[in-house]
């Protein structure tokens, strides 16, 4: 598995091709078969592959089994966080060691996008050797600036909300990556969650270390219902927050976008080492 060619170079290269032109619009792209035999890959990883291309816009599929064929690009505009962290972790899953460190204020994006691995995992589409898993989160103890009900900045409860949303997504998240050893899908699986003091003002996903996915989280009023009351609140909403991807691996021509992942592990780092402190889920 760590000889193949990785899954967004295959992406990229089919991006390139119908960016110059070599695959016209309206085109079908050869086969799965050819394609999987033209990059040393398992059709799997095509499949995957042609997945991507298709959520970007860059291909469309016309049936099961039929080539898919070349459309209009996608705009290089950023995605939403539940689309993109969910390619990229997919695709991240490819490897044979995968890492994931997450700064965030809950673990709802992050569950969600694992959703797809996990279940590949279970099918026995992916075999990852390891899975290490590092999620910062904000303390339930500090004042933080939000969410906060808009009349009284003062009100316990949507604080007390974050706190039970934090443990149930947190809690799945551990039992379900866990659960992986347990069942022997994969030999070595680590997963810690710690705490900070302070309140994220953006969301950011390292990927095998060579990758960085930052979005930042907009304050919005919203209504939400908590013990069978509606509160207004100010909050963010983490699934929809536009993400802004870099990459550092040895493709990558943008050396900007190198050091700006590698300044991101050491500041993620630098909180994971000092001040944060393990979460206590119950």
């Known amino acids: 598995m760590s000889e193949e060619i990785a899954p967004e170079r295959i992406a990229e290269t089919l991006r390139g091709r119908i960016r110059s032109g070599e695959l016209r619009r309206n085109t079908r ?8 035999e033209e990059f040393g890959v398992n059709r799997g990883i095509v499949r995957q592959v042609l997945a991507l291309l298709e959520r970007e816009g860059f291909v469309s599929t016309r049936g099961r089994g039929a080539p898919a064929v070349v459309s209009a690009p996608a705009s290089d505009h950023p995605r939403p966080a539940g689309v993109e962290v969910a390619d990229r972790i997919a695709l991240a ?3 044979e060691r995968v890492s994931i460190d997450a700064f965030t204020l809950t673990t ?7 959703a797809g691995p996990l279940i590949a995992i279970s099918a026995g589409e992916l075999k990852p050797r390891s899975i290490t898993v590092r999620v910062l989160l904000p303390s339930w103890d500090a004042p933080l600036a939000y969410p906060r009900l808009v009349t009284d900045p003062t009100d316990p409860r949507p604080i007390a909300r974050l706190r039970e ?7 799945s998240l551990r039992h379900q990556l866990n659960s992986l050893a347990e069942m022997n899908l994969v030999p070595e699986v680590s997963v810690e969650i710690r705490t900070v003091a302070v309140t994220p003002l953006q969301k950011l996903y390292l990927l095998n270390g060579s990758e ?6 907009t304050v919005v009023p919203r209504t939400v219902e908590y013990e069978k009351e509606h509160l207004e609140i100010y909050d963010v909403l983490g699934l929809s927050s536009k993400i802004f991807r870099s990459s550092s691996d040895k493709d990558s021509r943008d050396e900007q976008e190198a050091a700006f992942v590698t300044e991101s592990r050491l500041w993620f780092e630098s909180l994971w080492s000092t001040i ?7």
């Open 93 to 95: 899953f490819q490897a």
């Open 29 to 36: 792209l050869p086969t799965q078969r050819a394609l999987a």
């Open 165 to 171: 949303l934090t443990r149930t997504f947190s809690t």
């Open 276 to 282: 944060s402190r393990p979460l206590t889920l119950g």
């Open 212 to 217: 960085a996915l930052t979005a930042y989280y």
């Open 108 to 114: 709802e994006t992050l569950s969600s996008a694992l």
